[in-house]
């Protein structure tokens, strides 16, 4: 898949943008320096409070027809994470997949379905356990090493937008981040 380089803005929109999107950049900066458990918290609720920006509702009509659309929104010039926002149209899935890098996401307007998978043992194959609707605007922080395996997807007609941020930087196609797990046939 492709990304997008950059969110699409108009005038005074972009200013707002500016603004909390440096917030948590900022704040994901000081959660890196702080570390620890600190760290994970710092983001989960910079990712919460940030997910509540109008600006993100507007990246609706930025959609795919072909397939969910990422927007980079935040690069950090250090490479140490990226910040990206999803559009999801109707019946749009990621996806089953680990991650490489430790991520945080919440649910910025839509409505999105999360499947968490089990790896089994026998065969490495993944099988689900349980989908869940995400909260809107709650975050979700899960770090590379936990192994956790899901897949996002929009069930509904109205188009969903979520918010990431990734501790790493996004390759096209989620290269460097997305880790690609088989689930088991039929499920
Ligand atoms: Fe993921």
Redesign the pocket.
């Known amino acids: 898949m492709d990304i997008s380089p950059a969110l699409p803005s108009r005038s005074g929109a972009a200013s707002r943008q500016a603004a909390w999107l440096g917030r948590l950049a900022r704040t994901v900066e000081e959660a890196l320096r702080q570390g620890g458990v600190a760290r994970r918290a710092l983001i989960a609720e910079a990712v919460a409070e940030a997910s509540r920006a109008p600006e993100l509702r507007e990246l609706r009509r930025f959609g795919s027809q072909r397939c969910y659309a990422r927007h980079l929104l935040h690069a950090d010039p250090a490479e140490r994470f990226s910040i990206l926002a999803l559009v999801w149209r109707r019946g749009q899935f ?1 996806p089953v ?3 490489h890098a430790w ?1 945080a ?1 919440a649910l910025s307007c839509g409505r999105l379905l999360e499947t968490h998978y089990a790896i089994c043992e026998a065969d490495g194959l993944a099988v689900p356990q349980h989908t869940l609707p995400l909260a809107p605007f709650c975050a979700d922080f899960t770090e590379a090493a936990d192994g956790h395996v ?1 897949r ?1 997807g929009n069930p509904a007609r109205e188009v969903a937008v979520s918010l ?1 941020v990734y501790g790493r930087v996004w390759g096209g196609g989620g290269r460097g981040v ?1 880790r690609p797990v088989i689930a088991r046939a039929g499920d």
């Open positions: 990621s997949h680990g991650h991520c996401f899901h996002l990431h997305n």
